[in-house]
């Protein structure tokens, strides 16, 4: 059974910073490309980064520049490093596993508020 389980969500102030992680089981992370993405309240989720099989990683940009994707292979989690957090970053963050199996994890709740 594959499962997604991340973490590390909270309430931040402004100009704070949060590290999320998405530990996997079931699947070997580096078999997948990986997203994460955000749904603020009312409206779409959507797509905030991205991490290739080669590493390679993307980002969308509203958060070029303060988020940053990485991952550590011997604990089969990948991690989304939230830096200069702003009000409206404030969403429940997913990850999301893109290629070649969809799957998705349960979300964590980031609020930036002061």
């Known amino acids: 059974q594959v499962q997604l389980v991340e973490s590390g969500g909270g309430l931040v102030q402004p100009g704070g910073s949060l590290r999320l992680s998405c530990a996997a089981s079931?699947?070997?992370?580096?078999?997948?490309?990986m997203g994460w993405y955000r749904q603020a309240p009312g409206k779409e989720r959507e797509l905030v980064a991205t991490?290739?099989?080669?590493?390679?990683?993307d980002y969308v940009p509203p958060v070029k520049g303060r988020f940053t994707v990485s991952e550590d292979n011997a604990k089969n989690t990948v991690y989304l490093q939230m830096n200069s957090l702003r009000p409206e970053d404030t969403a429940v963050y997913y990850c999301?596993?893109?290629?070649?199996?969809?799957?998705w994890g349960q979300g964590t709740q980031v609020t930036v508020s002061s």
């Open positions: 079931g699947i070997d992370f580096q078999l997948y490309n």
């Open positions: 991490m290739t099989v080669g590493g390679e990683t």
């Open positions: 999301k596993t893109e290629w070649p199996l969809q799957f």
